[in-house]
C-alpha cells in the first residue's frame, strides 16, 4: 500500500522553473499538512513549580540564617 505524497507534482504546478524553483517574487505552491496535534494537549498542573519555588525559598531561607548565625558567633560550624 502505498500513499501519494503531500506535495504537489511538479509536471502540473504552474509557475515552476526548469529545476522545480520559482521565479524571484513569485510565492512557492503549498504543500499538505501531514503533522499536526490530533487532540488538544492537556495543560500542566501547576501545582509542582509552586511546590520546587517554596523548596528553593525555605532552603535559601536556612542558609541565610546558618551565615547569619555564624556572623553573628552563635554558631560555629562554617568554617
Not at 38 to 43: A, D, F, T, V, Y
Not at 62 to 70: K, T
Amino acid at each position: 500500500m502505498s500513499t501519494t505524497p503531500p506535495d504537489p507534482e511538479p509536471d502540473r504546478t504552474p509557475g515552476l522553473e526548469p529545476g522545480g524553483g520559482v521565479s524571484p517574487g513569485d510565492t512557492p505552491p503549498e504543500s499538505g499538512s501531514v503533522s499536526g496535534l490530533s487532540h488538544p494537549q492537556p495543560m500542566p498542573g501547576r501545582a509542582f513549580p509552586i511546590v520546587t519555588t517554596v523548596v528553593i525559598g525555605v532552603l535559601a531561607l536556612c542558609v541565610l540564617g546558618l551565615v547569619i548565625a555564624q556572623v553573628a558567633g552563635l554558631i560555629d560550624i562554617l568554617w
